[in-house]
């Protein structure tokens, strides 16, 4: 935060702030940061400090509450777009699965189908004919023989 905003934040002018660090012998440039330019946490506490007895008494102006509810409406629009990204990859993740469904579900019933045709062909046990007992299971299976 700079001291012009700080200055907006408490009602008063930059010259005040710089006034009253002056009267009671705080040099600016300790507050300040060298690389931003701008006041320091343990600045904004300072000159809080300086102006009442508590930083929550200060009462923010009607641009910063403005500013900070435009930067929330951006952040959930943001979120909003992240959000409706991860359900169309989920809506393509369902039909994809739905689809590995439907030809499991297909691939299963004609394995069933091959079962039964399978059991109706063996012979029921203890029913097995000499025959029958010289038949391969192949033979069996097809009802075929060699040769």
Known sequence: MTIKQMADKLGV?????????????VQIST??????????GEAEVIIGKLYGPDQSEIKPTKQ?????????????RTEKAV????IKSLEESVSSLKSDKESLTTA???AQELHKQTITLLPAPGQVSQASEKLTW????TGRRRG
């Open 138 to 141: 192949k033979e069996r299976l």
């Open 64 to 76: 910063s509450v403005i500013d900070a509810l435009n930067e929330q409406v951006q952040t959930l």
């Open 83 to 86: 959000l409706l990204e991860r």
């Open 108 to 110: 299963l019933d004609k």
């Open 13 to 25: 002018t930059p010259q005040a702030i710089y006034q009253r660090l002056k009267k009671n012998g």
């Open 31 to 40: 507050l300040i940061d060298r690389e931003t330019k701008e006041l320091t």
